[in-house]
């Protein structure tokens, strides 16, 4: 077992310890003990399935060959698309419900910021 291996179960516990902490400091300690269980079920159902799995040995972090990258790219341009989506219907709903629409607004300028500097950085780098 090398190092790489455990790197995203580990990682996942300490999202679920980020995530629950601060939610049973606050006296909610069920739902946080919660919290950890799902990233520690989610890390453990990683780890067992990779072996057998080509999507969660990808969502593993495993992506050995160029197919599973440009699998791996395109999804992550599905979920940008999506997410993109979300954040554009959100601000139109809040202003619909006369609500304030800022929150969705910065969303949506951190991508497209985020965007136009990396189409930018990946046009001058070749």
């Known amino acids: 077992m090398t190092t790489r291996r455990w790197f995203f179960p580990v990682f996942?516990?300490?999202l679920g310890l980020l995530m629950g902490v601060p939610v049973m400091a606050r006296g909610e300690v069920v739902l946080g003990l919660a919290l950890v269980g799902v990233m520690a079920g989610y890390a453990t159902f990683l780890l067992l399935t990779r072996k057998r799995s080509e999507t969660t040995a990808m969502l593993s972090?495993?992506?050995g060959?160029?197919?599973?990258r440009l699998n791996e790219l395109r999804a992550r341009g599905a979920?940008?698309?999506v997410l993109s989506m979300v954040v554009v219907g959100g601000f139109f709903v809040q202003?619909?419900?006369?609500?304030?629409p800022m929150p969705f607004a910065l969303l949506?300028?951190?991508g497209g910021?985020?965007?136009?500097v990396a189409l930018v950085y990946f046009?001058?780098?070749g």
């Open 12 to 14: 996942c516990l300490l």
């Open 61 to 63: 972090g495993e992506l």
């Open 65 to 68: 060959d160029e197919r599973r």
């Open 79 to 81: 979920t940008a698309n």
């Open 95 to 100: 202003i619909w419900r006369g609500e304030d």
């Open 108 to 110: 949506g300028a951190v």
């Open 113 to 116: 910021v985020a965007y136009v």
């Open 123 to 125: 046009s001058r780098r």
